[in-house]
């Protein structure tokens, strides 16, 4: 599952366009979170600019 560094994210949304599962969900506060629905693709770290999105540890 990836996750989401809330401190480096500007909160663009690049990664929520990106996922291929529509798993990225933005809350109501503007921030964004990864969702159940997460296969580990990749795609969203690719598209990241601020490299805020990553796989869990
Ligand atoms: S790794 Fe893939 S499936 Fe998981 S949140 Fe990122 S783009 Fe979506």
Do not use: R, W
Not at 19 to 32: L, Q, R, S, V, Y
Not at 37 to 50: F, I, Q
């Amino acid at each position: 599952m990836y996750e989401i560094d809330q401190e480096k994210c500007k909160k663009d949304g690049d990664c929520a366009d990106a996922c291929p599962t529509a798993t990225i969900e933005k809350k109501d506060d503007g921030t964004f979170n990864v969702g159940d629905d997460c296969t580990d693709c990749g795609a969203c770290e690719s598209v990241c600019e601020t490299e805020a999105i990553h796989l869990a540890q």
